[in-house]
DNA sequence: AGCCAGGACGGAT
DNA sequence: ATCCGTCCTGGC
C-alpha cells in the first residue's frame, strides 16, 4: 500500500484570538498535564510559558497553535491564542477552531461546581488549592483519544510512547513554526491507506487489527463524537464499546477526557496503586475496593477528583515521570 | 532460555 | 454472568 512521503509543512502566523475562561482558571495545568506521557503532537516551552500544539481544522487545514496565559497579556482569565496556518482562515474556521479550543480546554465551565461538590474533604482541598482553576483537557477528537486508549491499554507508558511516536512520524504531518518542529495527528483515511502489517512494524503488536477497526468506523461514521455528545451516558458507552478494541478501560478514558464526564474514572494498574496508596496507605488493595471509596468520597466527581490527585502528585514528584524510562509501577 | 504484566476478545461454562 | 486462554512486546 501507499505511504504518504515524508514532508515537512511550514506556518506563518496569521491570527491572534482572545479565549476568555471562567475564573479562576489555571493556564499552565490546564493545557499541560504532568502525568501525561510525551508526544510529538505538543510541546510545552518552559522559557516562554507558552504551550505549542497541533490542529487539523476540519480534516485538512493544518495549524500549529501557540497558546500563552491570558491573564499575564491582559489581566483577564483564558488562553492568547496564536494561530498559524500555511494559508488565510476565514470568519468560519476561526469561529470553529475558537469552540473546539473552548471545549477542549472546558474554558466555558464553572469549576466552582465540582469545588463546592467536594468542599467538606480537607485532604482534597490542599490539593485543590496547589492546582485551583485546572480543568480536564482534551485536545483530541474522538477518533484521536481512541487511538491513544488503545496504545495505552496492556502495556507499559514506555512502550506507550514507542507506539505513538512511530505512527505519528509514519503517518502524522510533520509541520514546523515558531521555531518548533512538532506532528499532527494522523487521521483514518492515513491508517486505511497503509495495511495491519505496516502497523505491526511500527511495533503496535495484536493492537494493529484494533487501530484498522477504529479507522474503518471513523471513516464511515465521522460524525461519531458528535453524536455520542447528544446520548444519555449508558448509550455512549455501550457504542463505544461496539468498537472492535474498545472496551471498558478505553470507553472509560474516552467518556472521562472527551465527553468530559466528571463521574468517570479509569483503573489500570498504575491508577489503581495510586489510590490504593491515597485511600488506604498501601498499594494492594483489589480495584472493587479502591473505586467504592472514590465513589462514597467523591460521588458524581469522581473522575475529577482523581484528576487533580494523580496531578498534584506529579506535580510535586516530578521524578514520577520515570515511569517514561521504567514502567506503571510506583 | 522461560515467564510475566498489561486490556480486550471470544469461546466455554 | 463469570472464567480462561490468547493476542504482542519488552523487561526480568
Redesign the pocket.
Known amino acids: 500500500m501507499i505511504e504518504r512521503i515524508a514532508s515537512t509543512i511550514e506556518l506563518n502566523k496569521t491570527n491572534e484570538l482572545s479565549l476568555p475562561a471562567i475564573p479562576p482558571f489555571n493556564f499552565k495545568y490546564t493545557v499541560y498535564k504532568p502525568s501525561h506521557f510525551p508526544t510529538r503532537l505538543e510541546e510545552s516551552d518552559e522559557a516562554s510559558e507558552a504551550f505549542y500544539r497541533t490542529y487539523r481544522l476540519n480534516e485538512d487545514k493544518i495549524l500549529g497553535l501557540k497558546m500563552s496565559d491570558l491573564e499575564k497579556k491582559q489581566g483577564e482569565s483564558g488562553i492568547f491564542l496564536e494561530v498559524y496556518s500555511a494559508n488565510e482562515l476565514d470568519r468560519k474556521d476561526l469561529g470553529y477552531l475558537e469552540n473546539h479550543v473552548n471545549g477542549a480546554y472546558g474554558l466555558k465551565e464553572d469549576i466552582n461546581e465540582f469545588y463546592e461538590y467536594v468542599k467538606s474533604d480537607e485532604e482534597l482541598n490542599v490539593i485543590i488549592d496547589n492546582l485551583r482553576g485546572m480543568r480536564n483537557s482534551c485536545f483530541e477528537t474522538l477518533f484521536e483519544i481512541l487511538n491513544i ?1 488503545s496504545i495505552l ?4 507508558v ?2 506507550s510512547e ?1 507506539m505513538m511516536k512511530n505512527m505519528l512520524s509514519s503517518f502524522g504531518e510533520r509541520v514546523i513554526y515558531d521555531g518548533k518542529e512538532l506532528y499532527t495527528f494522523y487521521t483514518p483515511e492515513d491508517i486505511l491507506n497503509s495495511s495491519e502489517e505496516r502497523l ?1 512494524e511500527l ?1 503496535v ?2 493492537r494493529a487489527k484494533f487501530l484498522m477497526e477504529i479507522a474503518r468506523r471513523f471513516l464511515q461514521n465521522p460524525d461519531l463524537g458528535e453524536k455520542l455528545k447528544t446520548m444519555n451516558f449508558e448509550d455512549a458507552k455501550e457504542t463505544l ?1 461496539e ?9 472509560r478514558i474516552a467518556l472521562f477526557q472527551y465527553l468530559r464526564r466528571p463521574h468517570e474514572i479509569n483503573f ?2 498504575w491508577k489503581r496503586k495510586i489510590f490504593s496508596k491515597f485511600f488506604f496507605g498501601n498499594e494492594g488493595e483489589v480495584v472493587e475496593k479502591v473505586e467504592k471509596e472514590v465513589r462514597e468520597r467523591w460521588g458524581n466527581y469522581g473522575g475529577y477528583a482523581g484528576l487533580y490527585v494523580i496531578e498534584d502528585l506529579y506535580v510535586k514528584n516530578p521524578e514520577l515521570q520515570y515511569w517514561r524510562k521504567d ?3 510506583i
Open positions: 486508549s491499554q496492556n502495556t507499559t514506555k512502550r514507542q505491526r511495533k503488536g495484536y464499546m468498537i472492535k478494541g474498545v472496551g471498558p478501560y478505553s470507553a489500570d494498574s514502567n506503571k509501577k
